[in-house]
């Protein structure tokens, strides 16, 4: 998927945990996540925003 060695394991951690979101404010590690579906791979604005609807 092209994601780097720290992120892959920040993510398999919190995948791991069964976490809902991850938050990061790395725009090519939120692209590049968008493939995986155990986990939301988003920038912590649109989480916010994502709550306030």
Same mark, same amino acid.
């Given at each position: 998927? #092209?994601?780097?060695?720290?992120?892959?394991?920040?993510?398999?951690?919190?995948?791991?945990?069964?976490?809902?979101?991850?938050?990061?404010? =790395? =725009? &090519?590690?939120?692209?590049?996540?968008? #493939?995986?579906? &155990?986990?939301?791979?988003? =920038?912590?604005?649109?989480?916010?925003?994502? #709550? =306030?609807?």
């Amino acid at each position: 998927m #092209g994601i780097k060695s720290k992120d892959s394991l920040h993510l398999a951690c919190a995948i791991s945990m069964q976490c809902e979101y991850f938050l990061s404010i =790395d =725009d &090519e590690l939120i692209k590049r996540a968008e #493939g995986i579906k &155990e986990i939301k791979v988003t =920038d912590p604005i649109s989480f916010i925003k994502e #709550g =306030d609807k």
